[in-house]
């Protein structure tokens, strides 16, 4: 008999009840990304959404995951135009045809719901429009393939297939993760691979897809803060990102 590589031991598996929290979390993260969107013009300072985002969580019993993470001193992530992830929420006002990201993670009830969204500040370029529509549709493609017995390879496939297909790039620094009880567990969810390859996904899992996708190439560097990512090229970067949960015959969104 063949022995089965047992490579998905380590990731952990949620039950009907765990899917209820997390679903819970995950649509209040949603809402506060809704929330904030109103929020969202020229003129206004990255460290007022941060705060008003923090508020609407806690206003509705959750807290911010990642406020005092590692180190993190801020409730959101902000990072606009060649921002990839982890801009940090400051004095910085946002200006008119911007592109922003802001990504939201809730802890409710002990459940992390992680989503996010980039935003267009006033009017933006043509070209801005359409990374923001494929990067959206690039995290779509990874979502709607979603079911047991995919591979992890299969879903990166999809993404990549898709973003470069309009000749965008995918990053390789940064990738989805598992989810559920904690921030960040195990597997990770590369955006970009060969079908087939890579760990089998199982009903139960629960995990994040969160593509950032660039207009020039996928090389990124981290500034002096330790925290906020950048193109190298400084190209201009986009990122949308939901919490998915793995079932019978698909999938749920918790973050919709
Ligand atoms: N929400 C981010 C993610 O999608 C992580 C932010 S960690 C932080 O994984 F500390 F930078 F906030
Ligand atoms: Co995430
Ligand atoms: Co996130």
Not at 42 to 56: E, H, L, R
Not at 127 to 146: D, F, H, N, P, R
Not at 168 to 183: E, N, P, Q
């Amino acid at each position: 008999m063949k022995i089965e590589k047992e490579e998905s031991s380590s990731v952990k598996i949620y039950n009907d009840a765990d899917f209820k929290g997390l679903k819970k979390s995950g649509e209040l993260a949603a809402k506060a990304l809704e929330y904030i969107k109103k929020l969202i013009k020229p003129g206004v300072k990255t460290n007022f959404i941060d705060q008003a985002a923090n508020k609407y969580l806690n206003d509705h019993g959750a807290f911010s995951a990642p406020l005092f993470y590692r180190g993190y001193m801020k409730s959101i992530c902000t990072s606009i135009n060649h921002v990839v992830c982890h801009g940090i929420p400051g004095d910085k006002v946002l200006n008119e045809g911007d592109i922003v990201n802001v990504d939201i993670t809730s802890i409710l009830d002990g459940y992390y719901g992680d989503t996010s969204k980039t935003f267009s500040v006033g009017n933006i370029s043509v070209e801005a429009e359409k990374l923001l529509k494929v990067t959206y549709e690039s995290m779509m493609e990874g979502i709607k393939i979603l079911k047991p017995g995919i591979t992890l390879g299969d879903i990166g496939f999809a993404i990549q297939s898709y973003a470069e297909s309009h000749g965008y790039s995918v990053v390789r620094d940064f990738c989805g993760h598992g989810i559920g009880k904690t921030f960040h567990e195990e597997p990770n969810i590369l955006h970009y691979g060969k079908k087939g390859e890579g760990m089998k996904i199982k009903k139960g899992m629960v995990f994040t897809i969160e593509p950032m996708i660039n207009l020039g190439e996928y090389h990124t560097k981290v500034l002096q803060d330790g925290w906020t990512a950048v193109t190298k090229d400084k190209s201009l970067s986009a990122q949308f990102e939901h919490t998915v949960g793995i079932i019978d015959n698909g999938y749920e969104i918790f973050t919709l």
